[in-house]
């Protein structure tokens, strides 16, 4: 059974920083590319970013380019998002999501083509 584990949110004020931690167990990272996705109260789930199986290839939403970065550490089976400058925009409920075809050679921003999802943890930017 794969579970994902979220953890890492809280509430920091505009400028500030977090990382959230994503632990899975039941699949290995190191052979399925992972991604964060975030959702907001009232609208759909939109993508992050993402790291490919190899780690060789991130992508991320232009809303977050430069501020944030998606890594992992396969000794720890754990994909991390460190998130700097935070804005109140970014005030929403965050996912980490494992890809559902191992060794993909091309990396996915589509929900679809995940299939296990995390819990969420929550991030709240103050203004």
């Known amino acids: 059974q794969v579970q994902l584990v979220e953890t890492g949110g809280g509430l920091v004020q505009a400028g500030g920083s977090l990382k959230l931690s994503c632990t899975a167990s039941?699949?290995?990272?190191?052979?399925?590319?992972m991604g964060w996705f975030r959702q907001v109260p009232g609208k759909e789930r939109e993508f992050v970013a993402a790291i490919s199986w190899s780690g060789g290839s991130t992508s991320y939403a232009d809303s977050v380019k430069g501020r944030f970065t998606i890594s992992k550490d396969n000794t720890k089976n754990t994909v991390y998002l460190q998130m700097n400058s935070l804005k109140p925009e970014d005030t929403a409920v965050y996912y980490c999501?494992?890809?559902?075809?191992?060794?993909?050679?091309?990396?996915?921003?589509?929900?679809?083509?995940?299939?296990?999802w995390g819990q969420g943890t929550q991030v709240t930017v103050s203004s």
């Open positions: 039941g699949r290995t990272v190191s052979n399925y590319a």
């Open positions: 999501a494992s890809e559902n075809r191992p060794f993909r050679i091309n990396l996915t921003i589509k929900s679809y083509d995940y299939d296990y």
